[in-house]
């Protein structure tokens, strides 16, 4: 038996009938499910691993069934494994999970037959240097952001990119976003919208206090650096908008891309501008 790990969304009413139809399919074809908890809420008698232990399961693929966050997630902690990741939209949104409900069992067919593509999306890698040592790293499929909390103050941010001052500028916060997250948070804050296999990064900076700066694009293999200078209280670093942490004054940010990526099962050329149109009105009058 293959195994095959299984990441769902919580509280979706489909998933009743969904995963037990799945689990019957998979044990059919020959696939072993390893479920998270998430998933195990709704099979009685499965297998059931903790999420952050599914990894050393050493699955072949990891299905994931929910939305763009339920992608990431998934993402980060099968990072460093480069386990390909198929992944159906249960959600709203969905630039990431392509893969509708309705053709998740001839995509999975296509798995089982090697007949799929693989979308290949770089990560970025970001470091929290604080009183010169490193005190925390991540690596995100989408983006890290640096911005304010409840209190309405701006932040005081230093930008430098490869060793090059590049802004000093006041504003609620500093993007930085890989080709994926371009139609993410970046692209709420005017960012733009950048081909999943472009090599290159955004910084977009989030409501500046000077009409004169705007989101930069810059190498994929560009060093980033963002300094606080000065910020209000309650000041975090998100993660794909998933993992938090309090910043300090002082504190750096640097970022760079990972030397990890995500891999996607395709059954097809990627539908990246069908995704645009859909969910975008992209280029329609």
Known sequence: MRPVAIISKPQKEELKTLLPELILWMKAHGLDPILDPV???????SRVVARHLMPAEDPELVIVLGGDGTLLSAARVFSKTGTPILSVNLGSLGFLTEVPLA???TTLEGWC????????????????????????????????????????RMGNFRVIIDGALAAVFRADGVIVSTPTGSTAYSLAANGPILVPNVDALIIAPVCPHLLTLRPIVVRGDADIAISLEGIPEQTYLTVD????????????LRCRRS????KLVRLGPGGFFDVLKAKLKWGER
């Open 241 to 252: 908008g998933q993992e938090a942490i309090l910043m300090m004054v002082g504190d750096e």
């Open 259 to 262: 030397q990890y990526g995500v």
């Open 103 to 105: 053709e998740l069992y």
């Open 39 to 45: 998933s195990g809420n709704y099979v009685q008698h």
């Open 113 to 152: 037959k090697d007949c799929f593509m693989i979308d290949t999306r770089f990560m970025l890698h970001s470091e929290l240097w604080r009183d010169g040592n490193l005190f925390a790293e991540h690596d995100a499929l989408n983006d890290v952001v640096v911005t304010k909390g409840a209190i309405a």
